[in-house]
């Protein structure tokens, strides 16, 4: 083995990323070229215009991320590239360009489930702390009670990867060079970052919504609509199936505990009524969204408060305070049925402000300990990638030339 050099590949979604890791644990570069601009002006990511962007930026993309680290192809020791979930054309792109690369270069390829992805990237911010003690890395140990690399031998976590495609439950243990990951929970319908978008677009703000409800949230009263979360029962019909929605291929929901099982479609619902009642599509910001007669969704956090009626600012801060109610009380309720200790916090609604600052306190009052990645390995990237790929480059869990894209790829049992 070399120094331990991984070039991670990150094309899944709407980001095209790559990203030069040492060890799994220090990043010598991370480059994400977003298409949120792209994709903005329809209100969600566009499948086929993702793959076109992932085709135009993956060559300068990932020689910026070699730049950026000082180091060339022949100083790496292996290609890590996200194969599955996600967006089939977009997900060929890197896997394509991830096996020429890697066969060029003689180099062994590592396929990298980014869901997997999303809980390293806790596992890198944790590492990078241990080795350096960055300023971020107050967020992760709020507590300040134990050191990162102390955290990181307990064995066992409970995490939650919630983003715009996933809200799961997964236990996580780590044996030896490989990590194990048992599902515990999932949402049956819509992830809650797509709630989030979903949300944010009713109200005419641009996508992606989680960062313009999470801004507007903080000038509104959370107890001003009280949405509930029904409990959800055993459903016997669904037996043996797997749910409906977008993402990640699991188990048969009916052999999850109903009490770690998520819905976030009703309560976009709920919002929508609220906003017909309310006749809240008069606000401003919907006439501003309604592009007409010159009107245009606000470009800044500034102006779309200055269009928001307290109403609304009102609805968004009840909206944010239930999902994230939910989110705290399903995730504490697994690790403690499941004894543990720890929670690891992650995916792009993991940047949420109130959800972060409400799991750090009641982890607090429970002895429990919470961990987020930086706020920018928390949306997607390539260096989460890269460092989920260490333990398999150690224990030589190579792919072959067989390796494809997989939309519906599984983590865990
Ligand atoms: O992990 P990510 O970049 O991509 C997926 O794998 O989905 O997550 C994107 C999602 C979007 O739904 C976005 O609205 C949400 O994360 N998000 C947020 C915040 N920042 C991003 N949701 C709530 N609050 C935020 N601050
Ligand atoms: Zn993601």
Redesign the pocket.
């Known amino acids: 083995m070399g120094s331990g050099l991984i070039l991670g590949i990150e094309t899944?979604?709407d980001?095209t990323a790559a990203a030069v890791v040492e060890r799994g644990a220090r990043t010598l570069s991370s480059v994400v070229a977003s298409q949120i601009a792209l994709h903005a002006r329809y209100g969600g990511v566009v499948p086929e215009l993702a793959s076109r962007e992932h085709l135009r930026a993956i060559v300068p993309v990932v020689r910026n991320a070699l730049a950026q680290a000082n180091v060339t192809l022949a100083d790496l020791d292996a290609i890590a590239v996200t194969s599955g979930p996600g967006l089939a054309g977009a997900l060929l792109v890197g896997v394509t360009y991830a096996k020429a690369l890697a066969f060029a270069q003689k180099l062994p390829l590592i396929a990298v489930n980014?869901i997997e992805g999303?809980i390293h990237a806790v596992l890198l911010h944790e590492r990078s702390c241990a080795a350096g003690g960055r300023k971020s890395c107050a967020e992760s140990l709020p507590d300040g009670r134990r050191t990162a690399s102390e955290t990181e031998m307990e064995s066992s976590a409970l995490a939650l990867v919630v983003?715009?495609?996933?809200t799961h439950l997964f236990l996580a243990e780590a044996r030896e060079n490989a990590w194990n990951y048992t599902l515990v929970g999932r949402t049956l319908d819509d992830?809650a970052?797509?709630a989030?978008?979903k949300v944010s677009k009713l109200l005419g703000f641009p996508y992606?919504?989680?960062?313009w409800?999470?801004a507007l949230a903080r000038f509104g009263d959370p107890t001003a609509v009280p949405f509930k979360f029904a409990v959800i029962k055993q459903k016997l019909h669904l037996v043996g199936k797997t749910p409906r929605t977008k993402g990640a291929r699991t188990s048969p929901i009916a052999e999850l505990d109903p009490h770690f099982l998520f819905s976030f479609s009703g309560i976009k619902t709920a919002v929508l009524r609220y906003v017909e009642l309310h006749n809240l599509r008069t606000d401003a910001v919907a006439r501003a969204a309604a592009m007409g007669g010159g009107a245009r969704p606000p470009r800044s956090q500034e102006e779309a408060l200055a269009l928001c009626s307290q109403q609304v600012l009102d609805l968004v801060a009840s909206f944010q305070c239930a999902v994230v109610g939910d989110l705290m009380k399903k995730s504490f309720a697994a690790a403690e049925a499941l004894g543990a200790k720890r929670i690891l916090i992650t995916?792009?609604?993991a940047?949420?402000?109130e959800?972060r600052q409400r799991f750090a306190t009641e982890a607090a009052g429970r002895g429990a300990r919470v961990s987020f990645p930086t706020l920018a390995l928390?949306?997607?990237n390539a260096a989460m990638i890269a460092a989920a790929a260490w333990p398999r480059f150690l224990s030589g869990t190579f792919a072959d030339d067989s390796l494809s894209a997989d939309p519906s790829l599984a983590l865990g049992r």
């Open positions: 899944s979604c980001e980014h999303h983003s715009g495609g996933h992830a970052g797509e989030f978008d992606p919504g989680g960062p409800i999470d995916g792009g609604v940047a949420n402000s959800l928390s949306t997607d």
